[in-house]
């Protein structure tokens, strides 16, 4: 679409305003709006002024005037709003050098998809994650010196199974995969979330209900290319957590807010492309593994630690990632073995459908961020030749001590991968693809307003384990 077409749509769908959004350093949508009449050409040119240092990650205030320029591809009519809206996604520039701004994440997934054309490897580079996400009937919370506490409640879950004004056919811990309604209470409301994704132009392809009790659910969208990909994901948090809020319930893509219980995940699918055929495949390689997709693999597991500052990037990432539960934490590959942190889908035997699966991510990610992160560590892999472990086809959650000590694993708290990210980041550097100032301000804005803010408060069940002591 082109800046004059996208003028046309607005027109054409009568909208009365036009909504601006951008993504900022840590994945949040932010936005403005303004009279569509004002939605001219010359937007595309100029751009819209907003203040830089009100925005996580991004300026200092005395360089605070950022412009925002529309991008007429990502234009969708807004499917809540009560005044027919449009929502055009931008990218972030400097209002004097017209640069690009390098903290823009929209940008980072921009360079990352020229970054594997000018190497030759590829041409595109296709990306289908799967987020999960919980439902709550409700969630309360408060911080203070004084005390702390959170609630969640779900009339599915199986605390909720004696009362007995309850609804009944509540769901047992970890019994939440696949049952049919009334079990899944769920049914309606996901298929209201996916009717509204495909007005977005977002093509679904399944959804049900997750492992975990108290509403966790999953929709699974279309595989797109990185970029478009993250626009998508972008659109589909904003429409879960609306239909959600519209129908009385609250959506959280917190990876893990329930104890006791399976975390919510985002396995994410991967393959390069060129000139039209799938480089992943080679049908006399290993679940159907061309070298490259090996290397590729080699690159992802090499590069874990730091990858999952991107991929699973809160501290509440770590309650899900612990060792001696089901938790993709073995840095190893498989075919079909759910317990690696790499994963051979092997549901299909079309050279189309080869790709890898990356199963440590979470869907509080930053998608931008963390599908280039996987983009780059892949291609490192590939130009090094980075061979990964062998291939190990066992329960490597049942292994004796004597083989599992062999195994790395993914690290355990956010300040850990954050440590590996400053360690290990050249690979990012590639192309100019991430830059160091965007680093070195994503580690230093989470290591001081969340690993700091969470080690420095009582947690309550510290309370329980000391307070007679």
Not at 77 to 95: L, N, R
Not at 187 to 198: A, G, H, N, Y
Not at 340 to 359: D, H, N, T, Y
Not at 388 to 416: F, H, N, V
Request: include cysteine; proline fraction near 6%; aromatic fraction near 12%.
């Amino acid at each position: 679409m082109t800046p004059k077409e996208a003028v046309k749509f607005v027109q054409d769908n009568e909208a009365l305003v036009v909504d601006i959004r951008f993504t900022d350093l840590l994945g949040t949508w932010q936005h403005f709006s303004i009279n569509a009449k004002h939605f001219t050409e010359d937007i595309f040119e100029d751009g819209l002024a907003f203040d830089g240092s009100s925005i996580r990650g991004f300026q200092s205030i005395n360089e605070s005037d950022m412009l925002l320029v529309p991008d007429p591809r990502s234009l969708f009519m807004d499917p809540f709003t009560d005044h027919p809206t449009a929502v055009i996604i931008c990218h972030i520039e400097d209002p004097i050098t017209r640069q690009r701004y390098s903290r823009d994440p929209r940008f980072v997934a921009e360079k990352a998809e020229s970054f594997l054309k000018s190497t030759g490897l590829g041409d595109i580079a296709y990306f289908g994650p799967e987020a999960e996400f919980f439902v709550f009937d409700s969630l309360a919370f408060s911080n203070t010196q004084k005390g702390a506490f959170y609630s969640v409640d779900s009339e599915e879950a199986h605390w909720n199974s004696g009362k007995e004004d309850g609804a009944g056919f509540t769901i047992a811990t970890k019994q939440g995969y696949f049952p049919c309604p009334p079990v899944d209470k769920l049914q309606d409301l996901r298929s209201s979330m996916v009717e509204t994704m495909d007005e977005a132009g977002i093509e679904v392809e399944m959804h049900h209900h997750e492992v975990a009790s108290a509403g966790q659910c999953e929709i699974d969208m279309r595989f797109d290319t990185l970029l478009t990909m993250a626009d998508k994901l972008m659109k589909y948090k904003y429409i879960v957590r609306q239909v959600a809020y519209e129908n009385g319930y609250f959506a959280t893509f917190m990876p893990k807010p329930l104890f006791g219980d399976n975390g919510s995940g985002m396995h994410i699918h991967m393959s390069i492309w060129k000139s039209g055929q799938n480089m992943m495949y080679d049908e006399t390689g290993y679940a159907g593994l061309s070298e490259l997709a090996r290397f590729y693999i080699g690159g992802i597991l090499k590069h874990a630690p730091a990858l999952l500052a991107f991929c699973a990037p809160t501290t509440n990432s770590y309650r899900r990632l612990v060792p001696g539960y089901e938790a993709p934490i073995n840095l190893m590959y498989s075919q079909r073995n759910r317990s690696a942190c790499v994963r051979i889908p092997m549901v299909s035997k079309s050279p189309r459908a080869k790709r890898i699966e990356f199963r440590a991510p979470d869907p509080q990610a930053n998608p931008y961020l963390a599908f280039s992160a996987c983009l780059m560590a892949g291609i490192d892999g590939i130009q090094n030749r980075i061979e990964p472990p062998k291939p190990l086809d066992k329960d490597l959650y049942e292994l004796p001590a004597a083989e599992r000590k062999g195994i790395q694993t993914t690290p355990g708290s956010l300040r850990a991968t954050l440590h590996a990210l400053k360690e290990d980041h050249e690979f990012l550097l590639k192309g100019d693809v991430f830059t160091k100032d965007l680093i070195e301000t994503y580690i230093e804005y989470k290591l001081l307003n969340e690993c700091d803010a969470v080690d420095l408060r009582p947690h309550p069940y510290e309370f329980e384990l000391y307070s007679g002591a």
